[in-house]
């Protein structure tokens, strides 16, 4: 297999800004975003599109972008959040979860227009830390959060 960019993620060997990771997931803030907050998740095992994944492993991505959007809901006050499988851009399942403000943001036309732009690692380093942060103290305070619970 030629290099994969999500594998070198998974396994640390790329910068990323890291939000949160588990034995089996790795979640960092998105390097061109369509809004603040756009994050993504992506499985430290090499599997090429979403229905490659074993059952347990993609419930496993569900789950933790439903706890993803109950914290963005509360960070960037919105209503919804957006979260979609994907593979087109490197053939390694990912998933996107992002704040949605508008009825185009999860769409390809945000990037078609230019609305997508690359933000600095600083920036990238600030969404990672709020992210982390808040679902470390939500999931200190909510048994049913915590990674591997039920939601």
């Known amino acids: 297999m030629d290099s994969c960019p999500f594998c070198e993620i998974a396994a640390s060997e790329r ?27 992506v499985t430290r095992a090499h599997y090429e599109t979403f229905d ?7 419930t496993e991505m569900v789950l933790l972008g439903q706890r993803i959007a ?17 593979g087109n851009e490197a053939a390694h399942v990912h998933a996107h979860v992002l704040p949605l403000h508008a009825s185009d943001d999860i769409t390809s036309a945000r990037y ?22 808040a679902l470390a103290a939500r999931s200190a305070s909510d048994p049913a959060f915590r990674p591997g619970a039920d939601v």
């Open 112 to 133: 078609g227009t230019g609305a997508a732009r690359y933000v600095s690692p600083a920036e990238q380093a600030k969404v990672a830390a709020q992210l982390r942060l």
């Open 15 to 41: 910068d990323t800004c890291r939000a949160w990771e588990t034995e089996t997931l790795a979640l960092f803030a998105d390097h061109r975003p369509i809004r603040e907050g756009h994050v993504q998740i």
């Open 52 to 58: 490659c994944l074993p059952a347990p492993l993609a």
């Open 70 to 86: 109950r914290v963005q809901k509360a960070l960037y006050n919105v209503e919804r959040v957006g979260f979609v499988f994907t």
